[in-house]
């Protein structure tokens, strides 16, 4: 079998989905914009061979890398970032190399565009927030006195919270006109909700082989805008709703061979889009979850998400088991604020149950913080009281 992989190197967890599939016997045949000597030993010792181009922007050099390796090793499989930035070019070399394992150009609008995601969402029974494409300040005055104050603007198509605003007032609606240049907006009712995850590897046939999911407690775009801690955890199982929501979702978007990360609201209080403790539909991203999610997941579930993408890649099927299960909680710092507590006092009161602590890589900075501590509980109450604890902030003087 032969697996092209754009961009193995970054993010930088994803030489484990290589190494994997090397390990399945798999021909992984990586091109990326880094030069092979600055490619990690584990990452280098997971690809066939490695094609470094001067840009994966350029589409000409990437095609011609593309060719090389149908040249050379015939027929190609898989071709495949697993990042949500290149989904379209994936896209595109697929259709132009006549690679019938994954999403092609015309599929592109329904998973990239957050208004076209929710015709999905309703195809598969699932509520999704009243929207408004922000094109004229008129139309997003009419939408705003249809669904009242605050609303939410963010890019149509985009990934996660960044360049995401709540609209509290007519000032804030002026403001942003001002500031959006000339990126497509998507205006949304406001929902009053924490954001939870689906997330599954997909089999050829539409199948779960695996699911979990996260929880984000607090809000995702205030926590990014107002730098607030990061309280995030990957819960010791999903509910029976979200997990049944997840796979109408999968039918209505037609998933086949993919690991996706799926988003919902989990409503706090009763509103137009259901009472509380039910979920509604937010976005969906046709890739892993990002960062140190992953990771997460092994932990919380005590197995290997990326050997369990690679088995669904060779063998339509897991065959790594799950063992024990519990919550893994991310605490995240940021280097703004003060905390009661100390690191070294967190592993002092935390050690047995933390399993990674240290730096957030830059990139991730901005959604996490800047320095995480990732613990492993049994229960609610257990992680509620280590974030309570450890990011207690202390009190101005």
Same mark, same amino acid.
């Given at each position: 079998?032969?697996f092209?992989?754009?961009?193995?190197?970054?993010?930088?967890?994803?030489?484990?989905?290589?190494?994997?599939?090397?390990?399945?016997?798999?021909?992984?045949?990586?091109?990326?914009?880094?030069?092979? @000597?600055?490619?990690?030993?584990?990452?280098?010792?997971?690809?066939?061979?490695?094609?470094?181009?001067?840009?994966?922007?350029?589409?000409?050099?990437?095609?011609?890398?593309?060719? *090389? *390796?149908?040249?050379?090793?015939?027929?190609?499989?898989?071709?495949?970032?697993?990042?949500?930035?290149?989904?379209?070019?994936?896209?595109?070399?697929?259709?132009?190399?006549?690679?019938?394992?994954?999403?092609?150009? !015309?599929?592109?609008p329904q998973?990239?565009?957050?208004?076209l995601?929710?015709a999905?969402? %309703?195809? !598969?029974?699932?509520?999704?927030?009243?929207?408004?494409?922000?094109d @004229?300040?008129?139309?997003?005055?009419?939408?705003?006195?249809?669904?009242?104050?605050?609303?939410?603007?963010?890019?149509?198509?985009?990934?996660?919270?960044?360049?995401?605003?709540?609209?509290?007032? %007519?000032a804030?609606?002026?403001? *942003?006109?001002?500031?959006?240049?000339?990126?497509?907006?998507?205006?949304?009712?406001? %929902?009053?909700?924490s954001?939870?995850?689906?997330?599954?590897?997909?089999? =050829?046939?539409?199948?779960?082989?695996?699911?979990?999911?996260?929880?984000?407690?607090?809000?995702?775009? @205030?926590?990014?805008?107002?730098?607030?801690?990061?309280?995030?955890?990957?819960? @010791?199982?999903?509910?029976?709703?979200?997990r049944?929501?997840?796979?109408?979702?999968?039918?209505?978007?037609?998933?086949?061979?993919?690991?996706?990360?799926?988003?919902?609201?989990?409503?706090?209080?009763?509103?137009?889009?259901?009472? !509380?403790?039910?979920?509604?539909?937010?976005?969906?991203?046709?890739?892993?979850?990002?960062?140190?999610?992953? +990771?997460?997941?092994?932990?919380?579930?005590?197995?290997?998400?990326?050997?369990?993408?690679?088995?669904?890649?060779?063998?339509?099927?897991s065959?790594?088991?799950?063992?024990?299960?519990?919550?893994c909680a991310? !605490?995240?710092?940021?280097?703004?604020? =003060?905390?009661?507590?100390?690191?070294?006092?967190?592993i002092?009161?935390?050690?047995?149950?933390?399993?990674?602590?240290?730096?957030?890589?830059?990139?991730?900075? +901005?959604?996490?913080?800047?320095?995480?501590?990732l613990?492993?509980?049994?229960?609610?109450?257990?992680?509620?009281?280590?974030?309570?604890?450890?990011?207690?902030?202390?009190?101005?003087?």
């Amino acid at each position: 079998m032969n697996f092209i992989y754009i961009s193995p190197n970054f993010p930088e967890n994803h030489w484990l989905f290589c190494r994997r599939l090397c390990d399945n016997g798999v021909n992984v045949l990586g091109i990326g914009d880094c030069p092979y @000597d600055d490619l990690t030993y584990e990452l280098r010792g997971s690809l066939t061979e490695y094609y470094k181009v001067s840009s994966l922007e350029n589409y000409d050099e990437v095609y011609r890398a593309v060719a *090389f *390796f149908i040249h050379k090793y015939g027929r190609i499989d898989y071709l495949e970032s697993n990042n949500e930035y290149w989904l379209e070019q994936d896209a595109r070399l697929r259709q132009d190399f006549h690679i019938t394992t994954g999403f092609l150009p !015309a599929d592109m609008p329904q998973i990239k565009c957050k208004s076209l995601m929710k015709a999905q969402y %309703i195809r !598969a029974g699932i509520p999704v927030a009243l929207w408004h494409m922000a094109d @004229d300040r008129a139309g997003c005055l009419a939408f705003i006195e249809k669904v009242g104050y605050p609303v939410i603007v963010k890019p149509d198509n985009g990934v996660g919270a960044i360049n995401t605003f709540r609209i509290n007032n %007519i000032a804030d609606l002026d403001t *942003f006109f001002a500031n959006k240049g000339d990126a497509q907006y998507i205006m949304e009712e406001f %929902i009053d909700g924490s954001i939870v995850s689906y997330d599954a590897i997909v089999n =050829s046939r539409g199948e779960p082989i695996f699911e979990a999911g996260n929880l984000t407690i607090g809000n995702i775009m @205030d926590n990014v805008n107002e730098k607030r801690s990061c309280r995030l955890m990957i819960r @010791d199982r999903l509910p029976d709703a979200l997990r049944d929501m997840g796979r109408a979702a999968l039918k209505a978007f037609g998933v086949k061979k993919r690991m996706v990360h799926f988003e919902f609201f989990h409503l706090d209080r009763d509103q137009r889009i259901g009472k !509380a403790g039910d979920y509604a539909g937010l976005e969906v991203n046709m890739r892993p979850c990002g960062g140190i999610l992953p +990771t997460m997941i092994n932990y919380a579930y005590s197995t290997d998400v990326y050997q369990i993408w690679a088995d669904m890649i060779v063998f339509d099927e897991s065959r790594k088991p799950i063992g024990s299960q519990q919550f893994c909680a991310l !605490a995240g710092r940021r280097n703004s604020r =003060s905390y009661v507590m100390s690191c070294d006092e967190v592993i002092h009161e935390y050690g047995i149950h933390i399993v990674e602590e240290g730096p957030v890589d830059p990139a991730l900075a +901005t959604d996490m913080g800047e320095y995480l501590f990732l613990a492993r509980f049994p229960t609610w109450e257990d992680v509620i009281s280590f974030y309570d604890h450890v990011l207690e902030e202390r009190k101005p003087n």
